[in-house]
């Protein structure tokens, strides 16, 4: 009996061995995955971590304290830039890419902070739609899908793409575009609707605008009291303009066929203008008009988003990476990597790797 009893309790201590080693070396495996992913800049290191955060779940940033963005996700969206990039002939468009290079090794970690940093965005997106009460369902992405599909081809065909592409499936598709995007343009709507209100102090004071000029007032003069924007301080000067330099809003008035109207005011997207034009000329048969505007600006969509990513708490441990709070956005925490990626958006004309 007591022999049997022993044997029992042998058992258990080996069972309980085992387990006891296994947690050791999981928590083993995933302290040197910490260390690799938020201790390390180097290559090799970053690479280990990567695979080990295949499986396990360490945050490249979190969001409101509970929402997070996982490395595994990012290193995926990384994967498939980088397939994306494979699978085009950008030659053909006379562009180059290479991501080999000791330069091509920096823009795809650019590539990286973009990513992040939309994935982050998507987040916050999300938990502010959700706060006014947006909801996004499964049919209104299997709507949108439906009607991508229509528009592009037969499901066979898109499927091929984005496999080819991407290395999407059509599940993928629907979880990495098109629900971030029916959270924006949901979130968009609902904010329209209730900055609409807010813009009817924009409205007043361009109308009040309008009733100096009508008075006789000077249209510089007017400017100082009442635009807003860079152009205030050149008495509303413009510079130069050709069609297709305009707001698509102001495109017709200024080209078009019935002429400016003295004094009117247009609503665009930005704001309420009063435009003035000083001068024509036409350049290769195309009509160039020298302009000056009053212009009160509206809260934008643009404004208020960034407005609420700015009060947002987000933090991000990665090594390589920070969240800047004054921009509201993911930057590098490195001072020469952000410097080598404004130098490279100055000089990114014909580099598909900085352009798309």
Same mark, same amino acid.
């Given at each position: 009996?007591?022999?049997?009893?022993?044997?029992?309790d042998?058992?258990?201590?080996?069972v309980?061995?085992l387990?006891?080693?296994f947690?050791i070396?999981?928590?083993?495996?995933l302290?040197v995955g910490?260390?690799?992913?938020y201790g390390?800049?180097?290559e090799?290191?970053?690479?280990?971590?990567?695979k080990i955060?295949?499986?396990?779940?360490f945050p490249?940033a979190?969001?409101?304290?509970r929402h997070?963005?996982?490395?595994?996700?990012?290193?995926d969206?990384?994967?498939t830039?980088?397939r994306f990039?494979?699978?085009?002939?950008?030659?053909k468009?006379g562009?180059r890419?290479?991501?080999?290079?000791?330069?091509?090794?920096?823009r795809?970690r650019?590539?990286?902070?973009?990513?992040?940093?939309k994935?982050?965005?998507?987040?916050?997106v999300e938990?502010?739609a959700k706060q006014?009460?947006v909801i996004?369902?499964?049919?209104?992405?299997?709507?949108?899908v439906?009607?991508?599909?229509n528009?592009?081809?037969?499901?066979?065909?898109?499927?091929?793409?984005?496999l080819k592409?991407?290395?999407?499936?059509?599940?993928?598709?629907?979880?990495?575009v098109?629900?971030?995007?029916?959270?924006m343009e949901?979130?968009?709507?609902?904010?329209?609707?209730?900055?609409?209100?807010?813009?009817t102090?924009?409205k007043n004071?361009?109308?009040?605008?309008?009733?100096q +000029?009508?008075?006789? @007032?000077?249209?510089?003069? =007017?400017v100082?009291?009442? &635009?807003?924007?860079?152009?205030?301080?050149? /008495?509303?000067?413009l510079?130069?303009a050709k069609?297709?330099q305009?707001l698509?809003?102001?495109?017709?008035?200024?080209?078009?066929?019935?002429?400016?109207?003295?004094?009117?005011?247009?609503?665009?997207?930005?704001g309420?203008?009063?435009?003035?034009i000083?001068?024509r000329k036409?350049?290769?048969?195309e009509?160039v008009?020298q302009?000056?505007q009053?212009?009160v600006?509206?809260?934008?969509?643009?404004?208020w +988003?960034?407005?609420? @990513?700015?009060?947002?708490r =987000?933090?991000?441990p990665? &090594?390589d990476?920070?969240?800047?709070a004054? /921009?509201?956005?993911?930057d590098?925490?490195?001072?020469a990597?952000?410097?080598?990626?404004?130098?490279e958006?100055?000089?990114?004309q014909?580099?598909?790797?900085?352009t798309f």
């Open positions: 009996m007591k022999k049997q009893i022993a044997q029992q042998e058992k258990k201590i080996k309980s061995t387990v006891y080693g947690l070396l999981v928590i083993f495996i302290g910490g260390v690799l992913a390390t800049r180097s090799i290191g970053s690479k280990i971590a990567a955060a295949v499986v396990a779940p490249a979190i969001v409101d304290w997070i963005v996982y490395i595994r996700d990012v290193e969206n990384m994967a830039i980088e990039y494979q699978s085009q002939d950008f030659a468009e562009l890419i290479d991501f080999t290079t000791e330069n091509g090794k920096k795809l650019i590539k990286e902070r973009e990513i992040m940093d994935m982050v965005e998507d987040k916050i938990i502010l006014k009460d996004v369902s499964s049919a209104d992405v299997d709507n949108v439906d009607k991508k599909l528009e592009f081809g037969t499901t066979e065909d898109v499927k091929s793409d984005l592409s991407y290395g999407w499936s059509i599940a993928d598709f629907k979880q990495h098109v629900l971030p995007g029916l959270y949901k979130l968009m709507q609902k904010v329209a609707v209730e900055s609409e209100k807010d813009n102090k924009a004071k361009i109308t009040e605008a309008q009733k +000029l009508e008075n006789g @007032k000077d249209f510089a003069e =007017v100082r009291s009442y &635009s807003e924007g860079s152009s205030k301080d050149k /008495d509303g000067e510079g130069w069609k297709d305009v698509p809003e102001l495109q017709e008035a200024l080209f078009g066929n019935d002429g400016l109207k003295k004094n009117a005011i247009i609503e665009s997207s930005i309420f203008h009063i435009m003035e000083e001068s036409k350049e290769e048969n009509d008009l302009l000056r009053i212009f600006a509206k809260n934008t969509f643009t404004d +988003l960034q407005s609420q @990513k700015k009060q947002m =987000v933090m991000v990665l &090594s990476f920070t969240w800047n004054q /921009d509201a956005k993911v590098f925490r490195d001072s990597m952000r410097i080598f990626e404004t130098q958006r100055a000089k990114a014909g580099d598909a790797s900085i």
